[in-house]
Protein backbone atom coordinates (compact mmCIF):
# COMPACT_ATOMS: atom_id res chain seq x y z
CA UNK A 1 0.00 0.00 0.00
CA UNK A 2 3.13 2.46 0.98
CA UNK A 3 4.26 1.95 -2.87
CA UNK A 4 1.21 2.57 -4.19
CA UNK A 5 1.22 6.38 -2.18
CA UNK A 6 4.38 6.36 -2.79
CA UNK A 7 4.12 6.25 -6.81
CA UNK A 8 1.05 8.74 -6.81
CA UNK A 9 3.14 11.47 -4.74
CA UNK A 10 5.97 10.53 -7.40
CA UNK A 11 3.16 10.89 -10.23
CA UNK A 12 1.88 13.96 -8.96
CA UNK A 13 4.91 15.75 -8.58
CA UNK A 14 5.83 14.38 -12.22
CA UNK A 15 3.09 16.13 -13.63
CA UNK A 16 3.29 19.42 -11.86
CA UNK A 17 6.84 19.36 -12.88
CA UNK A 18 6.17 18.82 -16.22
CA UNK A 19 3.01 21.64 -16.59
CA UNK A 20 5.40 24.38 -15.01
CA UNK A 21 8.33 23.31 -16.56
CA UNK A 22 9.74 26.21 -18.99
CA UNK A 23 7.48 29.30 -17.46
CA UNK A 24 9.19 31.76 -16.22
CA UNK A 25 7.23 34.31 -14.63
CA UNK A 26 4.73 32.94 -11.92
CA UNK A 27 2.60 34.72 -9.57
CA UNK A 28 2.91 34.77 -5.77
CA UNK A 29 0.12 35.16 -3.53
CA UNK A 30 0.32 36.24 -0.09
CA UNK A 31 -1.82 37.05 2.73
CA UNK A 32 -1.85 40.48 4.31
CA UNK A 33 -4.25 42.45 6.93
CA UNK A 34 -6.19 43.41 4.31
CA UNK A 35 -6.38 40.53 2.19
CA UNK A 36 -4.52 38.87 -0.66
CA UNK A 37 -1.73 39.92 -2.72
CA UNK A 38 -0.45 38.46 -5.74
CA UNK A 39 2.87 39.84 -7.72
CA UNK A 40 4.68 38.05 -10.36
CA UNK A 41 8.08 36.33 -9.51
CA UNK A 42 10.44 34.72 -11.05
CA UNK A 43 10.50 31.12 -11.78
CA UNK A 44 13.71 29.42 -10.41
CA UNK A 45 15.79 27.09 -13.08
CA UNK A 46 15.01 24.48 -10.52
CA UNK A 47 13.68 21.28 -11.46
CA UNK A 48 10.16 20.92 -9.24
CA UNK A 49 10.90 18.25 -6.40
CA UNK A 50 7.76 19.69 -4.07
CA UNK A 51 9.57 22.68 -3.39
CA UNK A 52 9.80 26.04 -5.45
CA UNK A 53 12.25 28.55 -5.10
CA UNK A 54 12.24 32.38 -5.38
CA UNK A 55 14.63 35.21 -4.85
CA UNK A 56 13.26 38.41 -3.29
CA UNK A 57 14.87 41.07 -0.85
CA UNK A 58 14.60 41.46 2.72
CA UNK A 59 13.07 45.26 2.47
CA UNK A 60 9.83 44.47 0.80
CA UNK A 61 6.35 44.20 1.49
CA UNK A 62 6.15 40.21 0.84
CA UNK A 63 9.11 39.33 3.04
CA UNK A 64 7.47 40.95 6.13
CA UNK A 65 3.89 39.15 4.44
CA UNK A 66 5.70 36.22 5.12
CA UNK A 67 6.69 36.32 7.99
CA UNK A 68 3.70 36.92 9.49
CA UNK A 69 1.74 34.33 7.67
CA UNK A 70 3.43 31.75 5.56
CA UNK A 71 0.49 30.68 3.62
CA UNK A 72 0.89 31.07 -0.24
CA UNK A 73 -0.36 29.87 -3.77
CA UNK A 74 1.51 30.37 -6.48
CA UNK A 75 0.13 30.08 -10.06
CA UNK A 76 1.48 29.68 -13.24
CA UNK A 77 -0.31 30.02 -16.45
CA UNK A 78 1.34 28.28 -19.69
CA UNK A 79 -0.02 25.72 -22.22
CA UNK A 80 -2.08 24.63 -18.77
CA UNK A 81 -2.82 26.99 -15.71
CA UNK A 82 -1.32 25.91 -12.48
CA UNK A 83 -2.31 26.85 -9.04
CA UNK A 84 0.34 25.78 -5.92
CA UNK A 85 -0.89 25.56 -2.25
CA UNK A 86 1.63 25.42 0.17
CA UNK A 87 3.73 27.04 3.06
CA UNK A 88 6.43 29.45 2.63
CA UNK A 89 9.85 29.47 4.28
CA UNK A 90 12.37 32.35 4.08
CA UNK A 91 15.80 31.09 4.14
CA UNK A 92 18.99 32.95 4.21
CA UNK A 93 21.32 30.69 2.40
CA UNK A 94 24.37 32.25 0.76
CA UNK A 95 25.21 29.46 -1.16
CA UNK A 96 21.94 28.56 -1.92
CA UNK A 97 21.25 32.41 -3.30
CA UNK A 98 24.54 32.14 -5.60
CA UNK A 99 23.59 28.50 -6.79
CA UNK A 100 20.60 30.00 -8.46
CA UNK A 101 21.72 33.70 -8.88
CA UNK A 102 22.31 34.52 -12.57
CA UNK A 103 22.72 37.62 -14.68
CA UNK A 104 18.78 38.71 -15.03
CA UNK A 105 18.56 39.03 -11.37
CA UNK A 106 21.79 42.04 -11.04
CA UNK A 107 18.98 44.01 -13.41
CA UNK A 108 15.97 42.97 -12.10
CA UNK A 109 16.97 43.53 -8.67
CA UNK A 110 20.02 46.02 -9.17
CA UNK A 111 22.23 43.99 -7.15
CA UNK A 112 24.75 40.92 -6.81
CA UNK A 113 24.90 37.75 -5.00
CA UNK A 114 26.21 39.05 -2.08
CA UNK A 115 24.15 41.62 -1.28
CA UNK A 116 22.79 40.57 2.38
CA UNK A 117 19.51 42.14 1.86
CA UNK A 118 18.66 38.82 -0.66
CA UNK A 119 16.56 36.75 0.83
CA UNK A 120 15.17 32.67 -0.87
CA UNK A 121 11.65 31.86 -0.86
CA UNK A 122 11.11 28.58 -0.69
CA UNK A 123 7.42 27.14 -0.80
CA UNK A 124 6.62 23.53 0.05
CA UNK A 125 4.09 22.20 -2.25
CA UNK A 126 1.35 20.97 -0.18
CA UNK A 127 -1.55 20.49 -3.14
CA UNK A 128 -1.53 21.75 -6.78
CA UNK A 129 -4.92 22.14 -9.19
CA UNK A 130 -4.30 22.06 -13.07
CA UNK A 131 -6.47 22.87 -16.15
CA UNK A 132 -4.67 21.30 -18.94
CA UNK A 133 -6.01 23.25 -21.78
CA UNK A 134 -3.54 22.26 -24.00
CA UNK A 135 -5.13 18.71 -24.82
CA UNK A 136 -7.60 19.52 -27.64
CA UNK A 137 -8.17 15.69 -27.43
CA UNK A 138 -9.44 15.81 -23.89
CA UNK A 139 -11.31 19.67 -24.01
CA UNK A 140 -13.18 18.08 -27.52
CA UNK A 141 -14.49 14.76 -25.53
CA UNK A 142 -15.12 16.62 -22.25
CA UNK A 143 -17.37 19.51 -24.35
CA UNK A 144 -19.29 16.02 -26.13
CA UNK A 145 -19.76 14.90 -23.23
CA UNK A 146 -21.60 18.24 -21.43
CA UNK A 147 -23.70 18.69 -24.80
CA UNK A 148 -24.26 14.97 -25.16
CA UNK A 149 -25.06 14.70 -20.82
CA UNK A 150 -23.22 11.31 -20.85
CA UNK A 151 -20.43 10.91 -18.55
CA UNK A 152 -16.72 11.47 -19.29
CA UNK A 153 -14.12 10.58 -17.23
CA UNK A 154 -12.15 12.88 -19.20
CA UNK A 155 -10.82 15.52 -16.67
CA UNK A 156 -9.71 19.02 -17.74
CA UNK A 157 -9.29 19.77 -13.84
CA UNK A 158 -8.02 17.43 -11.04
CA UNK A 159 -6.52 18.04 -7.73
CA UNK A 160 -3.28 16.57 -6.63
CA UNK A 161 -1.52 15.99 -2.82
CA UNK A 162 2.05 16.80 -2.87
Request: glycine letters at 4%.
Amino acid sequence: MATNAKTAHEEAIETVRDLIKGIDTAMLTTVTKEGLVSRPMKTQEVEFDGDLWFLTMKDTFKYEELKQNPHVNVSYVGRSYVSIRGQAELVDDRAKIKELWNAAYEKLLDTNSDDPNLVLIKVKAETAEYWETGNLTKVVKRLFSKLTGTESETELNKTVDL
